[in-house]
Every structure is written in structure tokens, then in C-alpha cells.
């Protein structure tokens, strides 16, 4: 399965940090790390949003497949980036592959699912080395199962909106296990980061105490 791997970057202290920028605008004392604790963690309470934008997360997703990617892709907000391994320059003649659970439990369709990548895997070796066929266009045959990897920058006011859409129980399965990597991640970098995940990273119906969703998936009651 993918790995995810934060990046120094990564804001350490994200409460701290917060009530520090706060504290600059509300004219208050900086200076004390315990003040400017919990000056952050009472914006987070009151969803100061703005403030949050000030939390860097950086990371390398690897090893999960394009389709995840490519809808993680959708969560762009105002100033995250990404960059993506490339399909240009990169040899996939023997990518990875990503295999759903669905696939995996039984032995015919996993049979089958093998056999169609390793199809695909030797046709791309053969437009590229028998045919001469640049790489770019040899990629136009890899499936969305294959496994690529990103660099991504995000802040925590864009991933808490993530976290509210795509811990969702009907959300796609390989996504729900992205974030349950990210935030395991993420909650075992500091204190702060722990207790960030631990009681703001849910799926929106947490927060709203019903689903907003026309297809609920039945945990809460349907507004």
C-alpha cells in the first residue's frame, strides 16, 4: 500500500504557531509559547479560519494510484501545490499497481486483474524499446490502478476541509486509507498535531451531528 512522509517543512508546533500570528494582530504578548498555545487553540475552536492558513503541511504521497491522486487533485483550494511523478520522463514499463480489496478476495477476478497489468506493463516495454515509441506516448496506455507519487504542499485550513468531505464512509476506500495514513502521520509528529487530529479531523457529519449527504451511509440521521 502507499506511504506517506512528511516533509521538514511541516509545520512542528501548528497551535503555537497560530496564536503567534494572532497574537500580532490582536496586539498581544508573543512571546510566552503557553499563551500563544492556547490563543491558537481557541481559534481553532472558533474557526478562525484565516489563521489556519498558516500551518504548513508538507509531504510525499507514494505508492498510491492515479485515480486517488488525480481526486486528491480536486481539493486544490486557494494555495496548495503538488508536483507529480512524471509519465514524460519516468520509466513505467514495470509500475506497481494498486489491487482493491474487492479484487483481492477473490481468486479469479485477482487472477485476471494481474494478468490485464502485466499485459499492459509488456506493451509499453514493446512501443518503447521493439517500436521506438517516445515514453509520453507510451503512457497514454497506464491504467488509473497504477502507483505514482506527489509532492504536496497544503495548509491546515484546506486539509481540515478535506478531512470533512473525504472521511466520509462512502467516500472511495483507497482515499479513506490515504487520510487514515496522513493523519497517522501527522498525529504521531507532536503533541499538538495529536490533539488537532484527534478532535478536528472528522468526516462533516461529527460536526454536524446529522448527514447533509442525499445517500447517507446511516451512522447519523438524514437532514
Same mark, same amino acid.
Given at each position: 500500500?502507499?506511504?506517506?512522509?512528511? +516533509?521538514?517543512?511541516?509545520?512542528?508546533?501548528?497551535?503555537?504557531?497560530?496564536?503567534?500570528?494572532?497574537? &500580532?494582530?490582536?496586539?498581544?504578548? &508573543?512571546?510566552?509559547?503557553?499563551?500563544?498555545?492556547?490563543?491558537?487553540?481557541?481559534?481553532?475552536?472558533?474557526? =478562525?479560519?484565516?489563521?489556519?492558513?498558516?500551518?504548513?503541511?508538507?509531504?510525499?504521497?507514494?505508492?498510491?494510484?492515479?485515480?486517488?491522486?488525480?481526486?486528491?487533485?480536486? =481539493?486544490?483550494?486557494?494555495?496548495?501545490?503538488?508536483?507529480?511523478?512524471?509519465?514524460?520522463?519516468?520509466?513505467?514499463?514495470?509500475?506497481?499497481?494498486?489491487?482493491?480489496?474487492?479484487?483481492?478476495?477473490?481468486?479469479?477476478?485477482?487472477?485476471?486483474?494481474?494478468?490485464?497489468?502485466?499485459?499492459?506493463?509488456?506493451?509499453?516495454?514493446?512501443?518503447?524499446?521493439?517500436?521506438?515509441?517516445?515514453?509520453?506516448?507510451?503512457?497514454? &496506455?497506464?491504467?488509473?490502478?497504477?502507483?505514482?507519487?506527489?509532492?504536496?504542499?497544503?495548509?491546515?485550513?484546506?486539509? +481540515?476541509?478535506? !478531512?470533512?468531505?473525504?472521511?466520509?464512509?462512502?467516500?472511495?476506500?483507497?482515499?479513506?486509507?490515504?487520510?487514515?495514513?496522513?493523519?497517522?502521520?501527522?498525529?504521531?509528529?507532536?503533541?499538538?498535531?495529536?490533539?488537532?487530529?484527534?478532535?478536528?479531523?472528522?468526516?462533516?457529519?461529527?460536526? +454536524?451531528?446529522?448527514?447533509?449527504?442525499?445517500?447517507? !451511509?446511516?451512522?447519523?440521521?438524514?437532514?
Amino acid at each position: 500500500m502507499g506511504k506517506v512522509t512528511l +516533509l521538514e517543512e511541516t509545520t512542528r508546533k501548528p497551535l503555537t504557531l497560530m496564536g503567534e500570528r494572532a497574537g &500580532i494582530c490582536w496586539g498581544s504578548d &508573543i512571546e510566552d509559547p503557553e499563551k500563544n498555545y492556547k490563543r491558537g487553540l481557541e481559534c481553532l475552536k472558533t474557526n =478562525h479560519g484565516r489563521v489556519l492558513e498558516y500551518v504548513n503541511i508538507e509531504m510525499v504521497l507514494d505508492g498510491y494510484s492515479a485515480r486517488v491522486i488525480r481526486e486528491w487533485y480536486t =481539493h486544490i483550494g486557494g494555495a496548495p501545490t503538488r508536483l507529480q511523478a512524471s509519465t514524460r520522463y519516468i520509466n513505467y514499463q514495470n509500475f506497481e499497481f494498486v489491487i482493491p480489496p474487492s479484487v483481492k478476495n477473490k481468486d479469479l477476478a485477482l487472477e485476471r486483474y494481474r494478468s490485464c497489468m502485466e499485459e499492459i506493463q509488456k506493451c509499453a516495454s514493446f512501443l518503447i524499446e521493439e517500436c521506438q515509441i517516445p515514453k509520453e506516448d507510451a503512457a497514454m &496506455i497506464l491504467p488509473l490502478g497504477m502507483g505514482t507519487k506527489i509532492v504536496d504542499k497544503r495548509n491546515l485550513r484546506n486539509f +481540515l476541509d478535506i !478531512c470533512k468531505q473525504r472521511m466520509c464512509m462512502r467516500a472511495y476506500w483507497e482515499y479513506r486509507d490515504l487520510m487514515r495514513d496522513i493523519l497517522k502521520e501527522l498525529r504521531n509528529l507532536s503533541e499538538e498535531w495529536e490533539l488537532i487530529v484527534d478532535q478536528y479531523c472528522k468526516p462533516k457529519c461529527e460536526f +454536524l451531528n446529522y448527514c447533509p449527504e442525499k445517500k447517507s !451511509c446511516g451512522r447519523f440521521p438524514v437532514k
